[in-house]
């Protein structure tokens, strides 16, 4: 049974939005049992952890001799071993694969910086006037993505692991209004939040918080 591991008090309050989520979905969705180490900050940043994440990050991915980093590299690989997360025919499955790296390497990056932003720059005197700047760049973004999608129900064909990080990565807008303007991809979020497998995992995180916040 693999091991992952996850934040011991998450920052983001239970709302599934820390990394770990994603693995756990992918998990779910290809019915693999799995066990959750928790890490508090001060853990994450000792040689032991550090052995597994170089970065001193979560989650990690441990499985017999095998132990891994990176998000897209865990779920590619559980994808990989397990039926469910990638299409059989050749050319569909590399398709899929590259909505895997488009999702972290594409739509993420400007996502996350709009909101680290939001988080940490309020207080400068530039913030204000940056702002519209990184809300512009998310917004040609999700203009791309949304012309893609149409009106299709995922991105190339049934589920995969291309959804699974994208819809992941969409909902770190949840805190914004920035959804509310396309239809199209809100209704995508919901189509891959309304999954069991997305649930399961999901209750399974909020679980944690909810476990630190009463002790």
């Known amino acids: 049974m693999p091991t992952i591991t996850a934040f011991e008090s998450s920052p983001d309050r239970g709302r599934g939005q820390a990394r770990d989520m994603r693995v756990r979905w992918a998990l779910e969705e290809v019915g693999q049992a799995y066990d959750v180490r928790l890490l508090s900050f001060e853990a994450m940043k000792q040689p032991a952890h550090l052995a597994l994440h170089p970065f001193g990050q979560i989650p990690t991915y441990e499985d017999g001799d095998l132990a891994l980093f990176e998000t897209g590299a865990i779920v590619l690989h559980i994808a990989e071993r397990h039926d469910g997360l ?69 991105l190339d064909g049934a589920f995969s692991a291309g959804d699974l990080l994208m819809v992941t990565v969409l909902r770190r807008l949840n805190a914004s209004n920035m959804l509310e303007a396309y239809p199209t991809l809100s209704s995508y979020v919901a189509r891959g939040e309304a999954r069991p497998a997305f649930r399961r995992a999901f209750d399974a995180q909020l679980a944690v918080f909810t476990a630190a916040s009463a002790s």
């Open 86 to 154: 990638l299409p059989n025919d050749a050319n569909a499955r590399c398709r899929a694969i590259a909505w895997m790296f488009a999702a972290l390497n594409t739509i993420e990056p400007p996502i996350v910086e709009l909101g680290m932003a939001v988080l940490l720059e309020r207080d400068e005197s530039w913030y204000e006037e940056r702002l519209p700047i990184l809300r512009n760049r998310v917004g040609i973004r999700l203009d791309e993505l949304s012309r893609h999608l149409g009106g299709a129900d995922w």
